[in-house]
T-cell receptor, first 114, second 118 residues
Framework: KAGVTQTPRYLIKTRGQQVTLSCSPISGHRSVSWYQQTPGQGLQFLFEYFSETQRNKGNFPGRFSGRQFSNSRSEMNVSTLELGDSALYLC?????????????FGEGSRLTVL | AQKVTQAQTEISVVEKEDVTLDCVYETRDTTYYLFWYKQPPSGELVFLIRRNSFDEQNEISGRYSWNFQKSTSSFNFTITASQVVDSAVYFCALRTLTNSNSGYALNFGKGTSLLVTP
C-alpha cells in the first residue's frame, strides 16, 4: 500500500511569489491535514480537509489556503510568500475525520523563500 | 493553556544504553489523547503510540516503553538497549481543540533529538 506522497519535495521561491504543494493520501483515506514545521515554531497545524471541505483550521493568515479534490488529493497554496514561510510542509492522512487515531505523514515539501 | 513540553532538546547516548525522553503536558480537558511520533532524517513523522486519558496502563512494545502518569501530567518514553537506527527526533503531542473551535488537531512539543552512536 503506497504511503502519503507529497510533491514537490524541494522548492525555492522568492518573496512575493506564490506556491502550490500537492499531497496524495493513502488510498482509501479521506481526511487530509497539513502541518508546517519550522525550527522556531516547531510543528503547527494549518488545516484539515474531508470530503472536499475544509473542516478545521489553525491559526494562520489567509495567505495560506488549500483544497481537496474528489479523489481526496489535496493541495495547499501560499500566496505572497514571506521569508518566514520557509519551512517543511507536512501532509497527513487518516481514513476518516478526527485526530483520535494515528496520522500517516508524508515526507514533506521543503520550501525555501529567498 | 494546553501545551506539551519536551525539556530535553538533544540527547546523545552510546549504543545499548537505555534512554528516557520526557514529556510533560497541560490540558483542561478531562478526556484527552497523547501521542509519540518519530521523525527520521527523511522527514516523515512516524506514529509510535496513542494513549487516552482513561488508560494509565504503561505500555511496552519491544524495546520501547511508555510511562503515563496523570498525577504528574507526564508521558515519558523509554528506549531500552538503544540502537543507531533509533537516532531521530521524537515528538510528544496532545490532541487539542483548535483556536477556531472547529475541530481537533495535534499540538506537538518542540521535539527531542536523539543521537545514538556506535
Amino acid at each position: 500500500k503506497a504511503g502519503v506522497t507529497q510533491t514537490p519535495r524541494y522548492l525555492i521561491k522568492t518573496r512575493g511569489q506564490q506556491v502550490t504543494l500537492s499531497c496524495s493520501p493513502i488510498s482509501g483515506h479521506r481526511s487530509v491535514s497539513w502541518y508546517q514545521q519550522t525550527p522556531g515554531q516547531g510543528l503547527q497545524f494549518l488545516f484539515e480537509y474531508f470530503s472536499e471541505t475544509q473542516r478545521n483550521k489553525g491559526n494562520f493568515p489567509g495567505r495560506f489556503s488549500g483544497r481537496q479534490f474528489s479523489n481526496s488529493r489535496s493541495e495547499m497554496n501560499v500566496s505572497t510568500l514571506e521569508l518566514g514561510d520557509s519551512a517543511l510542509y507536512l501532509c497527513a492522512s487518516t481514513p476518516g475525520r478526527g485526530n483520535t487515531g494515528e496520522l500517516f505523514f508524508g515526507e514533506g515539501s521543503r520550501l525555501t523563500v529567498l | 493553556a494546553q501545551k506539551v513540553t519536551q525539556a530535553q532538546t538533544e540527547i546523545s547516548v552510546v549504543e545499548k544504553e537505555d534512554v528516557t525522553l520526557d514529556c510533560v503536558y497541560e490540558t483542561r480537558d478531562t478526556t484527552y489523547y497523547l501521542f509519540w511520533y518519530k521523525q527520521p532524517p527523511s522527514g516523515e513523522l512516524v506514529f509510535l503510540i496513542r494513549r487516552n486519558s482513561f488508560d494509565e496502563q504503561n505500555e511496552i512494545s519491544g524495546r520501547y516503553s511508555w510511562n503515563f502518569q496523570k498525577s504528574t501530567s507526564s508521558f515519558n518514553f523509554t528506549i531500552t538497549a538503544s540502537q543507531v537506527v533509533d537516532s531521530a527526533v521524537y515528538f510528544c503531542a496532545l490532541r487539542t481543540l483548535t483556536n477556531s473551535n472547529s475541530g481537533y488537531a495535534l499540538n506537538f512539543g518542540k521535539g527531542t533529538s536523539l543521537l545514538v552512536t556506535p
